[in-house]
């Protein structure tokens, strides 16, 4: 069975840092694609970035560019998002997921939580000001 188990949430000062990461396992093919999402109660769940285990290229939402840095580890089949520079609009529960067939890293694509087949539990992420 396929499993993502996030991790690393926590609550953290304006301007702190966290790394999240997402461990992959059940995995039987070689190009897939993890992307990062959030939620807050009453908003819909927002891309935050996604990296392709197949080439490399990696997304970020424009409130992100700059503080957020997503990396894989292929050995571990580990996703991290290092998050830098955190503010309050942060705050909300991170949820990383995969995309088997590893088409989802497009510009048009990457966003869009339909292509993504599998989900890992949230994380939550609290930035105090």
């Known amino acids: 069975d396929v499993q993502l188990q996030a991790s690393g949430g926590g609550l953290v000062q304006a301007g702190g840092s966290l790394r999240l990461s997402c461990a992959a396992s059940?995995?039987?093919?070689?190009?897939?694609?993890i992307g990062w999402f959030r939620q807050v109660p009453g908003k819909e769940r927002e891309g935050v970035s996604c990296?392709?285990?197949?080439?490399?290229?990696?997304y970020y939402a424009d409130s992100v560019k700059g503080r957020f840095f997503i990396s894989s580890d292929n050995v571990k089949n580990t996703v991290y998002l290092q998050m830098n520079s955190l503010k309050p609009g942060d705050t909300a529960v991170y949820y990383c997921?995969?995309?088997?067939?590893?088409?989802?890293?497009?510009?048009?694509?990457?966003?869009?939580?339909?292509?993504?087949?599998?989900w890992g539990q949230g994380t939550q992420v609290t930035v105090s000001s």
């Open positions: 990296i392709s285990r197949g080439d490399g290229s990696t």
């Open positions: 059940g995995f039987t093919f070689d190009d897939y694609v």
């Open positions: 997921a995969a995309d088997r067939l590893g088409v989802a890293a497009t510009p048009e694509w990457w966003r869009n939580i339909k292509m993504y087949d599998y």
